[in-house]
């Protein structure tokens, strides 16, 4: 087993360890890896291990894997990163799941121009959580009406919520944020959508996340190493 295919297994088993002690099967927290900066080979070797989703940031870079890694065809892509306009279609066209929507615009564009014969492409609302100015997302009151607006969208499927965390929040903090998002969740439920989806908790707040409800979590740095954004 490589370093790697051993992190993995590590990230695999914390999970099935935070959703026990939150009292959840762990089949209810679905791992995204994300590869952003990392080779495609490492997320070959990732999969080789038996990982099939997996999260990336930047349209352009993950256009190139998803060139490199063609033959793994079960391979379920989610973009957690901002979607420019200029970028839309080949989101559209490859995607499975974009978790990161925080306009109304971007939504459509990606429903007009995802492919009739695929299914709906999956999608969250980003929201930023706790209103830092440098964060995507939509502000937590407004969350709800762009949410039910975008589920009505033919070619797009409204799974749920997504949020970053603040990276220097402490653990009361994050509970805060976590609990506030699944209110909001319920909010959305209750405005007649059908959503289950909660995305989020990443490397550092994994445990935290799944205590509060997390259905997927996006975990990089601790199965691929630490990110160097200078290459
Ligand atoms: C990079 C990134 C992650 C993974 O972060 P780690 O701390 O490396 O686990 C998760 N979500 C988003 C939106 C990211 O940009």
């Not at 890896?33 to 080979?41: E, H």
């Not at 989610?78 to 109304?104: C, M, P, Y």
């Not at 909010?187 to 989806?197: K, S």
Request: glycine share 8%; hydrophobic share 45%; net charge neutral.
């Amino acid at each position: 087993m490589t370093t790697l295919q051993q992190n993995y297994r590590n990230v695999c088993s914390n999970i099935a360890r935070a959703a026990a002690e939150a009292g959840r099967p762990s089949e209810s927290v679905r791992l995204v890896a994300v590869g952003k900066t990392f080779p495609a080979g490492d997320i070959r070797e990732v999969y080789a291990a038996g990982q099939r989703d997996f999260g990336e940031n930047y349209i352009q870079e993950w256009y190139e894997k998803t060139e490199d890694l063609a033959d793994l065809s079960d391979i379920v892509w989610h973009i957690i990163g901002d979607v420019q306009s200029n970028k839309t279609k080949f989101v559209a066209e490859r995607a499975h799941w974009v978790h990161t929507i925080g306009r109304l615009k971007t939504a459509r564009r990606l429903s007009v121009q995802r492919p009739y014969k695929m299914p709906p492409l999956q999608v969250c609302i980003e929201v930023n959580i706790a209103g830092e100015a440098a964060k995507h997302g939509v502000a937590p009151d407004e969350a709800v009406a762009l949410a039910c607006e975008v589920a009505k969208l033919p070619n797009l499927k409204m799974r749920g919520l997504m949020c970053v965390a603040k990276a220097d929040a402490g653990e009361a903090e994050l509970r805060e944020a976590f609990g506030r998002m699944r209110a909001l969740l319920a909010e959305l439920n209750a405005a007649g959508v059908v959503a289950d989806v909660l995305s989020m908790g990443m490397s550092g707040d994994m445990e935290i996340a799944v205590a509060c409800g997390a259905t997927h979590v996006r975990i990089g740095s601790a199965i691929f190493g630490r990110r160097d954004y200078s290459k």
